[in-house]
């Protein structure tokens, strides 16, 4: 099947970056839109930034200006590079791809989410 494994997450000091990385594999046709979601504690998921297939990227009003969202089809991977981090970005991050396995079918995947906590 369809497998979606992210990385990077780390403990990091207010004002710090980190890269995060997912990357798509199994029985893979196509890649549409992917996506980076964070969901802290307490709250629920949302998205933090989306990239289609044709590069063309939409943020959070609140991290715009800070994270970027890029991607390598021929890697299948999607990755969000993380600047100028506050501790209110504190959050578990998860990856999200919409992965056609055939010209005909597909779903949307989840990674297992990646940790990020900044703190002093």
């Known amino acids: 099947q369809v497998q979606l494994v992210e990385s990077g997450g780390d403990l990091v000091q207010p004002g710090g970056s980190l890269r995060l990385s997912c990357a798509a594999s199994?029985?893979?046709?196509?890649?549409?839109?992917m996506a980076w979601y964070r969901q802290a504690p307490a709250k629920q998921r949302e998205l933090v930034a989306l990239?289609?297939?044709?590069?063309?990227?939409t943020y959070a009003d609140s991290v715009r200006g800070r994270f970027t969202i890029s991607r390598e089809n021929v890697k299948n991977t999607v990755y969000l590079q993380l600047n100028n981090l506050k501790p209110e970005d504190t959050a578990v991050y998860y990856c999200?791809?919409?992965?056609?396995?055939?010209?005909?079918?597909?779903?949307?995947?989840w990674g297992q989410g990646t940790q990020v906590t900044v703190s002093s």
């Open positions: 999200n791809a919409d992965i056609k396995q055939t010209p005909w079918s597909g779903n949307l995947y």
């Open positions: 199994g029985r893979i046709f196509s890649i549409n839109d």
């Open positions: 990239i289609t297939r044709g590069n063309s990227a």
